[in-house]
């Protein structure tokens, strides 16, 4: 069974920094493509970024209004996918989902097709 | 960036149809954008409900199909329950990219 459980979040004064964790299981981590999805109180959903496998080059994308402020990376080894966000802004407010993608064996395809609860992160003084 | 447009809100009855739309700001909605469908009932995580245009999970219940339709991507649901009652939001691939469309909330009267 996937699960995906997020951690790390808080709160944060605007102009800090916080990282989120998003443990992983049930599938093999090394080979999905992981995203990060959030939705701020009472809005929609919005994507932030993906990482792609190291197979695939191990580099992220990124929303443009994250860019430069937010880097996604993983560690294999733990299974587990981070969220580094600094320069935080009171519209970053949020509840952070982690999602991945489908695999059939060693396949995996996708990168929002299993959710985790989501963590909550609040920037206010 | 693009914009993906949804309806704001949609009504349909119990038992009833209903086809809720997805549209990009770039021009038709085609296979290549890999249309998703996402539903989230109040104070719940969103679930995925249609992957790759078409695709349903083991958990989608038969009722829910996708499809292209005139230029945009479509969520049809067909005999309409009270737990369907929800907010739906479609999501689409941009190169580098991915964008989530303001979703569309499904009252169930």
């Known amino acids: 069974e996937v699960q995906l459980v997020e951690s790390g979040g808080g709160l944060v004064e605007p102009g800090g920094s916080l990282r989120l964790s998003c443990a992983a299981s049930?599938?093999?981590?090394?080979?999905?493509?992981m995203s990060w999805v959030r939705q701020a109180p009472g809005k929609g959903l919005e994507w932030v970024g993906r990482?792609?496998?190291?197979?695939?080059?191990?580099?992220?994308d990124y929303a443009a209004i994250v860019e430069g402020r937010f880097t996604i990376s993983r560690d294999d080894s733990k299974n587990t996918l981070y969220l580094q966000m600094n320069s935080l802004k009171t519209e970053d407010t949020a509840v952070y989902y982690c999602?991945?993608?489908?695999?059939?064996?060693?396949?995996?395809?996708?990168?929002?097709?299993?959710w985790g609860q989501g963590t909550l992160v609040t920037v206010s003084s | 960036q693009a914009v993906v447009t949804q309806e704001p809100s949609l009504t349909v009855s119990p038992g009833g149809t209903v086809t809720l739309t997805c549209g990009s700001s770039?021009?038709?909605?085609?296979?290549?954008?890999?249309p998703y469908w996402f539903q989230q009932r109040p104070g719940q995580v969103p679930r995925t409900l249609i992957w790759?245009?078409?695709n349903k999970h083991s958990w989608t219940p038969d009722r829910f199909s996708g499809s292209l339709l005139g230029g945009k991507a479509a969520l049809t649901l067909s005999g309409a329950q009270p737990e369907d009652d929800a907010d739906y939001y479609c999501?689409?691939?941009?190169?580098?990219?991915?964008?989530f469309g303001g979703g569309t909330k499904l009252t169930v009267l």
């Open positions: 999602a991945t993608g489908r695999c059939y064996g060693t396949s995996c395809y996708g990168t929002t097709d299993y």
């Open positions: 049930g599938f093999p981590f090394s080979k999905a493509w």
């Open positions: 990482m792609k496998t190291k197979t695939d080059g191990g580099t992220a």
């Open positions: 770039t021009g038709a909605v085609t296979s290549g954008h890999y």
């Open positions: 790759d245009t078409n």
């Open positions: 999501f689409l691939a941009y190169s580098g990219g991915r964008v």
